[in-house]
């Protein structure tokens, strides 16, 4: 084979790992025989030989996904109680009710596990463990059940990302066995603890040198993502590519007095990328770049000249042979995105001509890259960017390549080995942290929300952007065709308006988009630490390129509908604020109130008056119509069965095409002559899958669906949506109409 065909096989491969990702689900061990009995008929028959790389893919993802999912029968068929011996993978962070921190399983009950791939889990604990401990516990086993909404943290595919197949919940006054070493990763955290604790960058040296981000509040993360910083405080592909870049400036001074060695600056490149990421436990990230890094160092030295890209594919294919579902978690592709950005930076300056000055701008000019190709990665994960990202990244890489991470370097040997300038050196990193920490406050409010077809936009550009000198004519039309068809879209999308129950848990948070305008009807809990208003309806408003928020209207005052008020109040200023309680500023959602938002007709039908503190009986219930296509959803909140029967005077009044089921579908509410009377096509329940209350009762679903009702509740279907046209309307969920892919059915499964 050619160095072309061996890279058309290595992109083969990936790009049949990475599909695994939309499969519906995945092949029995069969499957594995028919892959073999091909690939020796291509290697005999030398024909079709990079199509190696794609079967390869397939059977690789074949394995790894039925290794899970026997993982998986083997962890739920052990009972309810299951007593596990496990070994701690990640640090424990504190969480409202306890402790959560991620553990390989060694043991379940009396069953020995495979000693490789071992199955991990996210365990709840009453107090932390130490990481790399290993103990003995009984705990409840329960599927993981992410939200599924259009944007916000996506909780399935990140633990399939990290391999995670279930949660546990230790029981309450259970046995433990623990068995702590103090390893010498541990030793250095303590001896370094000791010298930083009392500085005032602590939570920012934490996270730099050992990956320990839970000391940084939520202002500090606030501030670093505006700046487009975040990338700078998480040990990733950019962080060992400077220690791999300070290690070859050592280990070159060092040459000029042994010029016989010359394999020093490579050897001390990988010494100081190796010893960073061993002291940020080995991470995904740094586990990703210091492969590329041991890559680059064996092709230089077996004379073997490959280009960068094809440096970073095989580091890429060697990652996935591994860990193939890696390429589900973000991670994957900022840690190799900045690698690629670090040796191509690498690469020119060693072989720039003219000068340090010539230098210097390549080295600005690929930071300008790096920040441009974040921003539709950015865009994608987080539905936004940092205006003055290109600035704050100009800045501050060169300013942490050159200064903070050769300092941090300094000041960790010294730790280690020259304790009485430790200190010193520590407050040096310390000061060097002052200009980061006093320069990003001017950068809050600095971000900037992106709609989906924005974004597609951006990445357009950028790929023109990119690949200019190798686009042809026909690369250009398409392009083009790509950025018409975003537009069309986009116009066709203004020409409806839409309803969205969003997938917040046990709560409610309804949107509705009509003309540019919002309408929110509840928020969703909130916590100590935060918000679904944060979580969820933040990202989908951002992904819809809205910043601010026409109307808001509360139910009622409990936390699971009204928890997000205050945040979204700041977050998105409604212009209007209505509710059943007696807030200031609000006005009063009370039976008789009418109004039109956006042409559609808003009446409200309960409560009967403003009340101090509004509970369940006294929810905001108010129909939506549009006049036009006469399409009608009611709105119900939390009412129960007394609310309803007084209701149940004005029956013509309630007939809607959609509602809200009343109380998440408790037993309390929904009584057959209620939902008789507002005969709706399509019921929607917002509650959490396997909640703890029972909700919804079978009884309340056998009435809906006696009388021909289409049920349908987000902790099943995920985000409920309906697409109101001018002559018709539509519904679709997240989980059921748009493909759901393997890994999703497997992880939410119980016991067999």
Known sequence: MTLSEKSWTLALFVASVISSAWWPTIPDWRWLLLGIITTGSIIKLRRGLISIGAIAGFMVVIVHGNVLESQRQALFQAGENTTIIGKVDSPFTQISHGYEGIVALKKVNSQTLLPFLKPKI???????????SEFTT??????????????????????????????????????????????????????????VSSLHHFSLINALVFADRSWLSKEDWQA?????????????GLHIGMAFTFGLVVGGAIRYALPQYQLLPSFCGLMFAVAYAWLADFSLPTTRAVSVCVIYVVLKYTLVHWASWRVLLLAVSLQLLVQPFASY????????????????????IRHQNGGWKAKLKVLLITQLMLSVLIVPISCYYFS?????????????????????VPLMFLALFSSLFLEMIAKSLWQLVDWSLQPLSTSIQYAIGSWQPISIEMTGLILAGIVCLVFQRFMFQYAWCLLLGIVISIKLTSEYDQQHWRIDVLDVGHGLAVIVEKD????????GKAWQNGSIAEQVVTPVLHQRGYESIDT???????????????????AFSPQRKLSSQNFIGYESCTRGDHWKWQGLNIEVFWPPALVQRAYNPHSCVLRLTDPISMFSMLFTGDIETISEWILLREPEKLKSDVMLVPHHGSKSSSNPRFIEAVNPSVAVASLAKNNQWGMPAEHVVAAYRKLDITW??????????????????????????????WYRQMLRKGVE
């Open 552 to 570: 808001m209207i509360l139910s009622h005052s409990d936390n699971d509908h009204a928890g997000g008020r205050l945040f979204i109040e700041d």
């Open 712 to 741: 349908l509740d987000t902790g099943e279907y995920g985000q409920v949506s309906f697409s109101i046209h001018r002559d018709n309307w539509r519904s679709e969920t997240k989980r059921s109409d748009t493909f759901e892919p």
């Open 384 to 404: 936004g960017f940092s205006l003055s990202s290109i600035a704050y990244n100009l800045a501050f890489i060169p300013w942490f390549g050159f200064i903070v």
């Open 329 to 348: 978690s973000m991670s994957f592709w900022l840690s190799y995105l900045s690698v690629c950005a670090v040796l191509f930076a690498i690469n020119l």
């Open 224 to 236: 670093l993502r505006d700046s487009g910083l975040l990338h700078l405080v998480s040990i990733s």
């Open 122 to 132: 996210r365990l709840i604990t009453p107090f932390p463990l130490d990481v790399n």
């Open 516 to 523: 540019d305008k919002v309408l929110l009807y509840d928020t």
């Open 138 to 195: 009984s705990v409840s086993l329960k599927p993981i059940t992410g939200l599924r909404n259009e944007a916000g943290f996506d909780a399935e595919k990140h633990a399939m990302g990290k391999s995670i197949i279930a949660r546990g919940v230790v029981n309450k006054d259970v046995t433990w066995i623990i068995r702590s070493t103090t390893s010498l990763r541990q030793a250095i955290i303590a001896d370094v603890s000791e010298d």
